[in-house]
């Protein structure tokens, strides 16, 4: 699968920014879809994520903040940002999540990452 980040871009500290995830499949073929971010010399970490069975989770600094979404329809995952702050500036990748499990290694994460976008909010 391949997967089409758009919607990044510069903004004010308080603004919004709306992320998509274009995936060239179903979504719903994997077991959760997700947002990552990095901030330069950082690692990545986990923004948001929404499972098959649409639960979501979020990270404690984007929680009340961020929501994450989708159209099953069109294969797109969705992630609001509302107020943001310069601590939120990094590339954020979109994440297709399954496990795939096999007679000869049993289980196993597969995980697929789109290019990223960048978020840059100035203060």
């Known amino acids: 699968v391949q997967l089409v980040e758009s919607g990044g871009g510069l903004v004010q500290f308080g603004g919004a920014l709306k992320l998509s995830c274009a995936a060239s499949?179903?979504?719903?073929?994997?077991?959760?879809m997700g947002w990552y971010r990095q901030a330069p010399g950082k690692g990545r970490e986990l923004v948001a994520t929404i499972t098959s069975r649409g639960s979501t989770d979020y990270a404690d600094s984007v929680k009340g903040r961020f929501t994450i979404s989708r159209d099953v329809v069109d294969n797109t995952v969705y992630l609001q940002m509302n107020n943001l702050k310069p601590e939120d500036t990094a590339v954020y990748y979109c994440?297709?999540?399954?496990?795939?499990?096999?007679?000869?290694?049993?289980?196993?994460?597969?995980?697929?990452w789109g290019k990223g976008t960048q978020v840059t909010v100035s203060s």
């Open positions: 499949g179903s979504i719903l073929s994997f077991d959760a």
């Open positions: 994440n297709a999540h399954t496990v795939v499990t096999t007679i000869e290694a049993g289980p196993s994460d597969m995980d697929h």
